[in-house]
């Protein structure tokens, strides 16, 4: 077996907490590692804007040539002009020694699969409104990157991530930059779960194999588990081409559970685009809700900043008032008679209500400030035409309404704490309110789009762009094995290859259709049964280098190249 890299052995000390990289990112600490890379949060001492929080991905890629430099800096010159509430925002890519660094923005909030799991031991599922603001959420940032001609090619929950309680789409920019340029980097990503069928079933690769893995993550959110999954990877490949989709647990609408079947379609051709699905009336009556909502939110957050910087003016008048009377006040009594010194106290009577009366304006300012505003917004959405004109008819008493159609809908087989930042009654900070008034705009767009001038480029094929995502066998091969040793470590690798090598047919192995189980030796050896499906797939490769009609045999069908 040929020695292989090992990531983490080399130049872990240049990215330890306190450590400086390329001049301005302090390293605080690692959050994790992935496929073939090692995150860390920095703190960004050149940050143009108040975030100085941000992440640094490092890829250990070894010597790059000139010209793959080059391809990398376009692919990251492209990805740093996205600008989506609900896209990561990608800053900047460098190279350092023999790693790749990728800086982006920094989700506090952690990954959506985390936040999936952390429900496991609850047994309380998502209710269908948190499912459905995330989904929509989603839908915009893809939307998004499909209008630009942009296909993430790794939708998974572990790739959305969660910042102020809404939702950022991230890591499509990693396999983006290291596909057109490097030998052994790959779109290939260890998880064949979210994977359409026509990923196997043929090469194409478009904008619908998106919808695919989002339906994946739409059914994920609302059950909790995969959509598809199995340890035998097989049997996990047949679930996606031949099985039946799954539903929704019971405690959710028809109407989301009649979407997430259109986006598991087998046939790509009948998935919706993110367009279509934004404009299905039960979706659009959704992001109704939602915008509704978010422009009460902001209002709310108007009122009380407007309120909290008016009463800081007014008490700070107050107090020098204050100061100032009960100095001149000691200063006069001292060589006052009776007479005067009431006198005085009369005069700082009227002049206490003089003060209380300016409050009281002020006060009433501010509230106007908030009519006011509300109304400009409102006209602003009316004069745009189009079906933001009925929002504007639409008075709090309906608004009212929405909010609780919302919450009937929880059912008792979900959690009812309200985790988005709708639910949240603290004053919003200026990013949040920045963030949501983006959403906002997002969703007046939705409504304002009609299903007929919808997106033309949504059907766009990874052929017709300027990536090369082919990728030969034998490099898929080097790299998986590559991440087997990474994840395993050289000795287990070697006994689990062997092992499932040697008697593919008893053991679980490629040809193996039959078995869901991990064997017990092989849970001796491997704690994670992600990694025995890693090990499956780099001999099911091996054996498809060579004796390809085979696997035709095994009903797979070809296997295509672009995976
Ligand atoms: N922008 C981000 N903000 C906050 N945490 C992040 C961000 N990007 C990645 N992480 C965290 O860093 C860890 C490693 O992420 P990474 O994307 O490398 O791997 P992964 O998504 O877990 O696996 P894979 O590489 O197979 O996709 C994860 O815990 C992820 O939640």
Known sequence: MESLLNPESNLTSLFSPGASVAGRYTVQRKLGSGSFATVYLVLDSKSKSDEDRKVLKRILVGELKGDETVSSAKEAQLLS?????????FYCSFVELDSFCIATEYCEGGDLDNRIRDRWGTGRLFSERQVLEWLIQILLGVQYLH????????L?????????????IGDFGVSRILSGSLDYATTFTGTPHYMSPEIFTCSSYDTKSDIWSLGCVLYEMGALTRAFDNQSWVKLVHQIVQGPSPTLPDCFSSELNAILQRMLDKDPTKRPSATETLKTPFIEENVKSLAFQLEDLLDRDLGKSCVSEESAQIAAALEQKVHLDSLRAAAQAQGLDPRERRRLRQDQRAERSKVQKAVDQLYQQSQKKVLKSRRSRKAQASDEGGELGSLDEVDQGSLQQTSEDWDSEGGSDFDELEETVMGSMLALSVEQSCTLHAYQNCLLGILQT???DEDQCDTLTEA??????????ESKIKHLQQMCVEQLGDDVFQQV???????PQQHGGPSDCENDLVPEQLQTWVQDPQHCL?????????EQLREPSDLKQAGIGTLGTDW
């Open 81 to 89: 002009s996205l600008e989506h509430p609900a896209i990561v925002h």
């Open 147 to 154: 209008e630009r001609l942009i296909l993430h090619r790794d």
């Open 156 to 168: 998974k929950t572990k790739n959305i991530f969660l910042k102020n309680g809404m939702i950022k």
């Open 450 to 452: 009609s299903t007929t």
């Open 464 to 473: 017709s762009q300027d990536v090369n995502m082919t990728m030969s066998i």
């Open 497 to 503: 290859y062997s092992y499932l090598n040697s008697a």
């Open 534 to 542: 890693m090990v499956q797939q780099l001999l099911f490769l091996k």
